[in-house]
């Protein structure tokens, strides 16, 4: 069974300071990553995805995630946080064999400070 | 494009009442899920298809619940008898290939 964890319900920082948001995993075989954000009532929008190649992957809004096999994590980064960067984020994980079906983490808060 | 529309956004109800939401992907994409998000369980799929036909309902709660897609541009997702323990938010997600999901705005249900 494939599963996801977040350890951090919440991450603080200060805007203009670099921020991670942790995610580890569980899957048989090679996974597909994904991270998510979320604003409030709003539905989820995509971030950036690792499927295959180099382990650093770049997304949207200055995002980045580096896949590290052998620890099974797979964390967000940006090297500069906004206050508008504020919201729920999540790390999913996908098998690349036998099915579509993607689990979420529990999804982690980031509050940036200004 | 429009993204992924659902309807209603807000839908309260009395227990025991049929509740039907509705979702249109987008356009061109193959796959179509349905996940619920609460407090307590987070974000779970439900249901997805694949070029409308049905491929994992492992996480349909219970018979009451039941989804249909009878054309690639249109999805509901009903439940019949609806309970309090249903309310929670139900996102609607379109995929092209399978990997990124695109979420639809959601609906969110209140059985009373």
């Known amino acids: 069974a494939q599963s996801v964890a977040q350890p951090e319900d919440q991450v603080n920082v200060a805007e203009g300071n670099p921020l991670t948001v942790k995610c580890t995993y569980s899957v048989s075989g090679n996974p597909y990553l994904f991270w998510y954000v979320q604003y409030p009532n709003r539905g989820l929008q995509f971030l950036l995805k690792?499927?295959?190649?180099?382990?650093l992957v770049k997304g949207s809004y200055g995002f980045e995630a580096e896949f590290n096999k052998s620890q099974t994590s797979f964390h967000l980064k940006k090297p500069s946080a906004l206050v508008s960067d504020s919201a729920l984020y999540f790390c999913?994980?996908?098998?690349?064999?036998?099915?579509?079906?993607?689990?979420f983490g529990a999804g982690t808060r980031l509050f940036v400070k200004a | 494009d429009a993204g992924v529309i659902q309807s209603p956004r807000h839908e309260v109800t009395e227990m025991g009442q049929e509740v039907t939401l509705r979702c249109k992907p987008i356009?061109?994409?193959?796959?179509l899920f349905w996940y619920r998000q609460t407090m307590m369980r987070g974000l779970e799929l439900l249901i997805y298809f694949n070029n409308n036909v049905p491929i994992d309902d492992s996480g349909m709660p219970e018979d009451r619940f039941s989804a249909k897609m009878p054309n690639a541009s249109f999805s509901t997702l009903k439940i019949q008898p609806s309970e309090p323990r249903d309310s929670a938010v139900y996102f609607c997600a379109s995929s092209e290939l399978g990997y990124e999901q695109f979420f639809g705005p959601g609906t969110r249900l209140t059985v009373l």
């Open positions: 999913a994980v996908r098998k690349n064999t036998g099915g579509f079906k993607t689990i």
């Open positions: 356009s061109g994409h193959d796959y």
């Open positions: 690792y499927i295959t190649g180099d382990n």
